[in-house]
């Protein structure tokens, strides 16, 4: 496959790594699109921190409840099993270290694992951290979802953070529209990078030291809407 891969595309290679009997908690954006494309016959038991566990795909039609939703606020599904608890019990669940992974959307990320997502963007309602400082710090692996460069073209991956920091060094993985990038003691190294693009392209495009891990492969997701 070629061209940079759509919101849909990075959500499923995301949920690909989540691994069976995982307790996840998906941020809003794309994240929670991962919710959607669970490898079929992993038990993953997502996490809403706003109350749910044992969250469902994103619901459609009849099984859309204004009552049931994300901390997107967006209608889901539960699943059998399923838990709804108040929000005290949620943040109790996440900063007592019991979640898993969390998959969050970011500004920035440094090639230390330092993070950058608060929400500055609405000045109307000041700047808005949610859950995702205790998310950060409470998670076993912290993993983000965003698009390799702004719509100005500037790197999100970079060598130092310049947006107020969310948490430093927490950041393991970062599945971008162009690749799959970990963050190591030495730096960002490619996992995965799509069809039709090289390394030197990539690097280009990052804005920190990027090497390519001895396995690099091709990142080729299904065709999604």
């Not at 995301?14 to 307790?23: N, R, S």
Request: glycine share 12%; hydrophobic share 45%.
């Amino acid at each position: 496959m070629s061209g940079l891969l759509n919101r849909h595309q990075m959500a499923w290679r995301a949920a690909q790594d989540i691994p069976d009997g995982a307790y996840v908690n998906l941020g809003i954006g794309i994240p929670v699109l991962a919710a959607n494309h669970i490898v079929d016959g992993r038990e993953v038991l997502i996490q809403s921190e706003n109350g749910l566990l044992g969250m469902g795909p994103q619901a459609v039609g009849a099984a859309a409840d204004p009552d049931l939703v994300d901390a997107s606020g967006n209608m889901v599904t539960l699943r059998t099993g399923a838990a709804i608890f108040d929000s005290s019990s949620s943040f109790l669940m996440i900063t007592g270290g019991h979640i898993d992974m969390t998959l969050l959307g970011a500004f920035q990320v440094a090639a230390n694992g330092d993070l950058a997502n608060w929400d500055m963007m609405r000045p109307e309602r000041g700047p808005l951290v949610g859950g995702a400082m205790d998310l950060a710090a409470g998670a076993k692996s912290v993993r983000v979802i965003m698009e390799h460069v702004t719509r100005e073209g500037d790197a999100r991956l970079v060598a130092e953070c310049s947006y107020p920091l969310t948490a430093k060094g927490v950041v393991d993985r970062i599945y971008t529209n162009m690749a799959v990038i970990d963050v190591t003691p030495e730096g960002f190294v490619a996992r995965e990078i799509i069809a039709g693009m090289d390394l030197v392209t990539l690097a280009a495009k990052t804005g920190a030291p990027l090497v390519a891990a001895p396995d690099c492969g091709v990142l080729s997701p299904p065709e999604l809407p």
